[in-house]
């Protein structure tokens, strides 16, 4: 599982996804028989670990972006990434891949 620590929770707007993949999914993948073998939370990340944007100031709550390009925004001004600009976390995503 992957989450970026900036990306709000859409579920309960006052935590990150981060914290809700930690608390909840994680727990629920387990019940259910799976396994989580690892959780990377990328301190800088957004929503979308193909994705990169501008962070701003705040990380929860989310409440003053009603679009792109806000700096109060928690995640904004993002665009997918290149092949010359993958971001730290897909190279421990590759990693992760490689280790079978």
Sequence with gaps: MWCGAYDCSTVDPTTTTCD????VMAPFVDQHGGHVDALVSDAAGCHGVFNEC????????????????????????????TAENI??????LFDYIDSF
Excluded at 20 to 23: A, D, F, T
């Design 20 to 23: 809700r993949m930690e608390s």
């Design 87 to 92: 971001g730290t976390s897909l190279h421990t």
């Design 54 to 81: 501008t962070h701003g100031e705040l990380q929860c709550p989310d409440l003053d972006c009603d679009g792109d390009d806000d700096p109060d925004c928690n995640c904004y001004d993002c665009h997918n990434r």
